[in-house]
């Protein structure tokens, strides 16, 4: 089986101020998966930028960000780009009929392809090709799976989340006799505690008023430019 044939998995996880379509998507984290991790995409996308584009933000995502600890926002410091031009970039590390996954898709896969739409763009992924975590785990739920260390991770990093999910699944997808576990580990900085969250949805009222100096304070404007390096 070819390399190209053997990673046609990709893990993917977002952050948000908002937790509706058309919310302001504050970095991409995608992992290239088969029998171990393959390679990895992150993108950071600047705030102010996204609000020029047409993307939305809601308080209580803010006031929720507020509340994390300084490792959930130091990330988003590196270096920012606009909404499309890190959805662009993300086409370019996918491959055709590539297995897209996340947990669960009707969250982050939804807010990419809506996304997509907004700026312009051809969603990249075949809609039966989206794939649920969730699912999966639920799958397995009864059975005594040894699941990845989440203690290595960062809270609310998208690159980790995405690492961390490829890993569970390719632990359960072992269990099952469909794929031989990894054995190489990903090559990631820092040793910062992680401990799993659940995103649950919520409807949150979008005409609330958001308070741009508040805003600013957490992530600061791009006044680098936007070179896409």
């Not at 054995?183 to 741009?212: C, F, H, I, N, W």
Request: aromatic residues 10%.
């Amino acid at each position: 089986m070819s390399k190209k044939n053997e990673y046609k998995n990709v893990m993917v996880d977002i952050e948000t101020l908002d937790t509706n379509p058309g919310g302001v998507i504050l970095s991409i984290g995608a992992c290239r998966f088969g029998q171990d991790i393959d390679t990895k995409f992150y993108r950071n996308i600047d705030v102010f930028y996204a609000l020029m584009e047409g993307f939305t933000v809601n308080q209580d995502t803010v006031n929720w960000w507020k509340e994390q600890g300084a490792e959930a926002k130091t990330v988003f410091k590196s270096h920012r780009m606009s909404t499309r031009q890190a959805l662009e970039e993300f086409v370019n590390f996918l491959r055709p009929n590539d297995l897209i996954w996340a947990k669960g898709p009707d969250f982050d896969l939804v807010m990419l392809k809506t996304a997509y739409e907004k700026v312009g763009l051809k969603v990249p992924w075949f809609f039966r090709n989206a794939r649920d975590v969730r699912t999966l785990m639920w799958l397995r739920k009864e059975d005594k799976i040894l699941l990845p260390r989440a203690d290595v991770y960062i809270k609310h990093f998208a690159l980790h989340d995405a690492i961390y999910q490829a890993e569970i699944v390719m632990e359960i997808l072992a269990s099952m006799g469909l794929q031989q576990p990894g054995s190489k580990p990903p090559e990631e900085e820092g040793g910062m505690k992680y401990e799993e969250l659940e995103r649950e949805a919520q409807y949150l009222d979008k005409t609330k008023q958001v308070d741009m100096k508040e805003l600013e304070d957490l992530f600061p404007r791009n006044l680098e430019a936007n070179d896409g390096d």
